[in-house]
């Protein structure tokens, strides 16, 4: 899948992962990343496309859920 975005914009490996060290994963594999929310699965967010963020889905235990993507 392509957004647009320069660099990597998908993280499927980092399902499984605690949310915080997934941020920081994120954040160190693609510097155009400058925005990093851990978010607990089904929380509501804005819609708008940003290539400068990424929501990093967890569930209860802190751990995503869900291939963290730019968006």
């Not at 954040?27 to 940003?50: I, K, M, Q, S, W």
């Not at 290539?51 to 802190?62: A, E, I």
């Amino acid at each position: 899948m392509s957004s647009g975005c320069p660099g990597k914009n998908l993280w499927p490996e980092l399902v499984g992962e605690k949310g915080k060290k997934a941020a920081k994963i994120i954040r160190r594999e693609n510097p155009n990343v400058v925005r990093t929310a851990v978010l607990l699965y089904g929380t509501f967010v804005t819609l708008d496309f940003r290539c400068d963020r990424v929501w990093v889905w967890v569930d209860d235990d802190g751990y995503v859920v869900q291939a963290p993507m730019i968006g």
